[in-house]
T-cell receptor, first 111, second 114 residues
Framework: ETGVTQSPTHLIKTRGQQVTLRCSSQ?????VSWYQQALGQGPQFIFQ???????GRGNFPPRFSGLQFPNYSSELNVNALELDDSALYLC??????????FGPGTRLTVT | GDSVTQMEGPVTLSEEAFLTINCTYT??????LFWYVQYPGEGLQLLLK?????DKGSNKGFEATYRKETTSFHLEKGSVQVSDSAVYFC?????????????FGKGTLLTVNP
């Protein structure tokens, strides 16, 4: 059984640029959640997708957007990058539950 | 809204010592509770869970009991190993919404010395 995978592993962007992060959910999982983990902090909920529809959003501005595809993989897009967007971005998948399985994350650095 | 408070780290122990990491929560309903572990350079792994009051979650020698009366879910292990060195996160499942959002504490860094 393949776990949750994320790409790329690391990314460096300049302030004002746009970025797309990708996530492949665990086989059979229909729900994908995205979290932002700043250095030394716990993960913060960005949003969740369930069967290709947004199903809840945390306290993040609209420049954070996402998609879920028919195969349940997902993308996180961030426009107009700011320095404070530097963080580890975690994707987690699940099947109609809170028991979420996390990928290894994408480390984004904004300079 | 929902929130989780964990004991501040870092925690440094010798091998075979007893471990307790305190976690308390605030929630309007009846959340599910979780402990996740993050090893260096990796994502989060689910360690254990409890879905209702008085449930005890356990895994790999770790235990935590869902205490509704004290709104707590403290993590314990009787004898830690060097391989337990990691960051531990307490989390709760959204108790009032229609999605499966997790709310995390800030994490506690555990270092176990041989």
């Amino acid at each position: 059984e393949t776990g949750v995978t994320q790409s790329p592993t690391h990314l460096i962007k300049t302030r004002g640029q746009q970025v797309t992060l990708r996530c492949s959910s665990q086989s059979g999982h229909n729900t994908v959640s995205w979290y932002q983990q700043a250095l030394g902090q716990g993960p913060q909920f960005i949003f969740q997708y369930y069967r290709e529809e947004e199903n809840g959003r945390g306290n993040f501005p609209p420049r954070f957007s996402g998609l879920q595809f028919p195969n349940y993989s997902s993308e996180l897009n961030v426009n107009a990058l700011e320095l404070d967007d530097s963080a580890l971005y975690l994707c987690a998948s699940s099947v109609d539950s809170y028991e979420q399985y996390f990928g290894p994350g994408t480390r984004l650095t904004v300079t | 809204g929902d929130s989780v408070t964990q004991m501040e780290g870092p925690v440094t122990l010798s091998e075979e010592a007893f471990l307790t990491i305190n976690c308390t929560y605030t929630a309007t309903g009846y959340p599910s509770l979780f402990w996740y572990v993050q090893y260096p350079g990796e994502g989060l792994q689910l360690l254990l869970k409890a879905t209702k009051a008085d449930d005890k979650g356990s895994n790999k020698g770790f235990e935590a009991t869902y205490r509704k009366e004290t709104t707590s879910f403290h993590l314990e292990k009787g004898s830690v190993q060097v391989s337990d060195s990691a960051v531990y996160f307490c989390a709760l499942g959204d108790s009032g919404g229609s999605n499966y959002k997790l709310t995390f504490g800030k994490g506690t860094l555990l270092t176990v010395n041989p």
